[in-house]
């Protein structure tokens, strides 16, 4: 994108000296000032274009120049990579985090939380992003391009963040076969609802929409893998939070998931969630009247599951482990015991639960401040490469 900027001033500053000293001899004297005035103040290149060889040379250089950045901005890695930096237990374990979605600021939350498992775990943690496939922007609006899914070939860990995404089946079918290797899996909020198919409803891996109708995948990936589906919101969207309750019977048996985990409350409202079959609720929610933590719930509405356990059987037989919960948006996450959860979760689906801390440090590695949910407030111009290590 420099060189861009350099070579467009240079052929501007060019291009408009050629224009000078070739109008200078036919130039009287009392017009000088206005052709410098022309030149230096006019609203629009085209004013300027001269036919004549040079002129020609230096527009074809701008041209190729943005040619090659846009060929550049396509082949980029549009990732972000964070290498255990600790001997700790998560050394030697590929985790790859996806984000995607238009309102919860997965692409804020993700990277946040692979450096805590990167800095104080060991893990290798890879970030994923919907970027413009012209630019490699981060374009939370872009349902149809997430790069890098090729890395879940080597992954321990998938953690899924995305909303209504519609990749092209070069992309998904890394993200199919990782799924049929029956591979360990976490979900957040939206990842219930995932994928959405309604450009090529013909696709092979269109089964894995949120409300498929395919036999033996209703109701898609979310129902099939994780245990629900989008069904609805059970509190009033922007006007109610969640106050966690944690299931007692599972903290009396010591489940490792919920070490240190005791005060959670998130500003996003609890999700509708139907009958979770065989799977085992950790954590329920209950509505707050109010987006604050110290708002009282809402006692005319009954709980929900917010954070369960289940297993998932690939087509070779693996069984996977699967953890799934419905908070989980980067405001969310400034809770210190939801960050907590995510980190044993995430022992916990790779078998190390007997590695899980009583009390997981979950502090930030870099300055962490996340933007509120919205589908309009995501922040433009940023790029993967912001979230690098400081």
């Not at 020609?56 to 980029?76: G, H, P, S």
């Not at 374009?139 to 860990?157: C, E, P, V």
Request: aromatic share 12%.
């Amino acid at each position: 994108m420099k060189l861009l900027f350099v070579l467009f001033i240079l052929a501007v500053f060019i291009r408009r000296t050629l224009f000078l000293f070739t109008h200078l001899s036919e130039t009287k004297p009392f017009m000088l000032k206005n052709q410098f005035q022309h030149l230096l103040f006019q609203k629009s290149l085209s004013k300027i274009i001269i036919n004549s060889p040079a002129s020609r040379i230096i527009w074809l250089m701008i041209l190729l120049a943005f040619k090659c950045v846009a060929i550049e901005a396509q082949t980029a890695k549009t990732w972000v990579t964070y290498n255990g930096t600790t001997a700790g237990p998560g050394q030697g374990k590929n985790i790859v985090l996806i984000s995607g979605d238009e309102e919860y600021r997965s692409e804020e939350a993700l990277p946040m939380l692979a450096q805590i498992l990167a800095k104080k775990y060991g893990f290798t943690c890879t970030v994923l992003f919907a970027t413009d496939p012209k630019t490699g922007e981060i374009d939370a609006m872009n349902q149809t391009n997430i790069n890098g899914l090729h890395q879940l070939k080597t992954a321990d860990l998938m953690i899924l963040f995305t909303r209504w995404r519609e990749l092209p089946d070069s992309q998904m079918v890394y993200f199919d076969q990782y799924i049929k290797a029956g591979k360990p899996i976490i979900g957040l909020r939206t990842a219930t609802h995932a994928f959405n198919y309604t450009r090529n409803k013909n696709s092979p891996f269109a089964h894995y929409d949120y409300k498929s109708i395919v036999a033996d995948w209703k109701d898609g990936f979310g129902r099939k893998v994780l245990g629900e589906t989008w069904i609805n919101h059970h509190g009033r969207h922007g006007q109610e939070g969640t106050r966690a309750l944690i299931n007692g019977i599972e903290q009396n048996k010591k489940n490792p998931i919920l070490n240190g985990v005791k005060d959670i409350w998130a500003p996003t409202d609890v999700y509708t969630v139907r009958d979770l079959g065989d799977a085992t609720t950790l954590i329920y929610g209950q509505s707050t009247s109010g987006m604050t933590a110290q708002t009282p719930v809402n006692l005319e509405k009954s709980v929900m599951p917010v954070a369960w356990t289940k297993t998932y059987k690939g087509e070779k037989g693996n069984v996977a482990r699967v953890f799934t919960t419905t908070m989980g948006a980067s405001i969310d996450l400034v809770n210190e015991d939801l960050r907590r959860l995510m980190v044993n979760a995430t022992f916990w689906a790779l078998g190390l639960e007997k590695q899980i801390p009583e009390r997981a440090n979950v502090d930030y590695v870099n300055p962490y401040n996340p933007t509120m949910f919205s589908p309009g407030l995501f922040k433009k111009g940023q790029f993967p490469s912001m979230y690098e290590w400081k």
